[in-house]
């Protein structure tokens, strides 16, 4: 494994770091001054993120139980917070590692430093920085035509963090969900509701949907012999529903629970939405046929 890889995007103002199955975008706003100590910052950090999650990630691949464990890294701590507030759901901190790497890296650009906003985007799980009166707006992609919709958290809200789990994703899901986008608190705790509302989109025995062991798709897999999907086959409108249904009133109970403030549930064509935040300054139609991608939005002026 090489070490790790820093580079400036085109646009001089990105910075792109990676370090195997770590890869992020990172932007800072503010003064000139504030933004580059912000980078080196986050460039002295990255240093030793992926070495620290190695040192641990035996237990990290083990299921969390509601006592939270004593980890030594400050990531490995963040996700397992994450998950054990799930328990007894089964769940291991795993859920959560790229939603914490992106909160410890936007922790260590901001520490110390005056911004007006910054993000870490982690694979599509991203952790946001507001300061008083600051804007942050978020994409969610259409089918491959361009943005469909734009999610606005402002300083006042409780976001600050976006992440998005499913069968069609870059890690294993139990469900069929094309996506689910989450918003929360922290981007670690996204990144856990996520992964559970996305396993309960689910049609348990459907004949068109194609499962096979985790681990004989990676053996080191924390899911172990658990069923994950690899195909979905066409679905009846009912059956989707269906599915949705399961994945929505979970979601609404992570809300009650005060675990996450709004989600987003993708499937077939189909989706359910609930939540306070706006939409291009009104509230989103859960009707609204959006996806399952989300990024932060490059061509806003405000973005």
């Not at 509701?193 to 798709?217: E, F, Q, S, Y």
């Not at 005060?258 to 935040?277: K, N, P, Q, S, Y």
Request: negative net charge.
């Amino acid at each position: 494994m090489t070490g790790p890889q820093i580079a400036w995007l085109a646009d001089g103002r990105r910075l792109h770091l990676n370090h195997g199955p770590i890869d992020l975008i990172i932007e800072a706003f503010g003064e000139e001054a504030e933004r580059r100590a912000a980078y080196e910052q986050a460039i002295a950090r990255f240093d030793t993120v992926l070495t620290g999650l190695v040192e641990e990630l035996a237990e990290l691949r083990r299921p969390a139980t509601a006592t939270t464990r004593a980890f030594h890294g400050v990531i490995a701590q963040r996700m397992e917070r994450a998950v054990c507030r799930h328990a007894p759901a089964f769940i291991t901190p795993m859920a959560a590692v790229a939603g914490a790497v992106a909160d410890e890296m936007l922790a260590a650009m901001c520490t110390g430093r005056r911004l007006e906003k910054a993000y870490v985007n982690d694979g599509g799980d991203i952790a946001i920085h507001l300061a008083e009166g600051a804007v942050m707006k978020a994409a969610i992609a259409g089918t491959g035509h361009g943005f469909a919709d734009r999610i606005m958290i402002g300083f006042a809200d409780p976001v600050r963090g976006i992440a998005t789990s499913g069968w069609r994703g870059r890690s294993y899901s139990l469900g069929i969900a094309d996506a689910v986008t989450v918003l929360a608190k922290t981007a670690a705790e996204a990144d856990a509701a996520a992964t559970l509302i996305a396993n309960a989109v689910d049609l348990p025995g459907h004949p068109t949907v194609r499962r096979v062991p985790a681990c004989d798709l990676a053996p080191d897999s924390d899911l172990g012999d658990r069923p994950v999907t690899v195909d979905v086959g066409p679905l009846k409108p009912g059956e989707i529903a269906s599915a949705l249904g399961s994945g929505f009133a979970l979601a609404e109970e992570f809300w009650r629970r005060g675990l996450i403030e709004a989600a987003a549930l993708f499937l077939g064509g189909d989706m359910r939405f609930f939540g306070t935040v706006a939409l291009d300054d009104t509230p989103l139609k859960r009707s609204r046929p959006i996806t399952a991608h989300t990024e932060i939005s490059k061509e806003l002026p405000n973005a």
